[in-house]
């Protein structure tokens, strides 16, 4: 009932930036937390970045001064501002949401973590 459609990834050079997005949409009473994640070949996943509804934020520490997380609860988006890429940042990142919908009736609703099918980020020179 949930969908999480994310863009933004693509091929940038060691020092650029990309930012990633995702939307959240379908049957959603609201969003708790939301993230991102990235895995790269080789490696298990691994949590990027988190906010919570309150807007605070932690990062994994590898990237704690160039990415950004942020979300517009108005539009069930959240955002990852990336700034001087590294190769090493080169995986496919994924966006996890833990959203309260309805559950088999409207009367009733259950919180589920919902995730997109990943975006590709490729960081060479």
């Known amino acids: 009932q949930v969908q999480l459609v994310e863009s933004g990834g693509g091929l940038v050079q060691p020092g650029g930036s990309l930012r990633l997005s995702c939307v959240a949409s379908?049957?959603?009473?609201?969003?708790?937390?939301m993230n991102w994640y990235r895995q790269a070949p080789g490696k298990q996943r691994e949590l990027v970045a988190t906010?919570?509804?309150?807007?605070?934020?932690n990062y994994v520490d590898s990237v704690k001064g160039r990415f950004t997380i942020s979300r517009d609860n108005a539009r069930n988006t959240v955002y990852l501002q990336m700034h001087n890429l590294k190769p090493e940042d080169t995986a496919v990142y994924y966006c996890?949401?833990?959203?309260?919908?309805?559950?088999?009736?409207?009367?009733?609703?259950?919180?589920?973590?919902?995730w997109g099918q990943g975006t590709q980020v490729t960081v060479s020179s």
């Open positions: 996890a949401a833990s959203v309260t919908t309805y559950y088999l009736v409207a009367t009733r609703t259950r919180d589920y973590a919902y």
């Open positions: 379908g049957t959603i009473v609201s969003i708790r937390t």
């Open positions: 906010i919570n509804r309150s807007l605070s934020t």
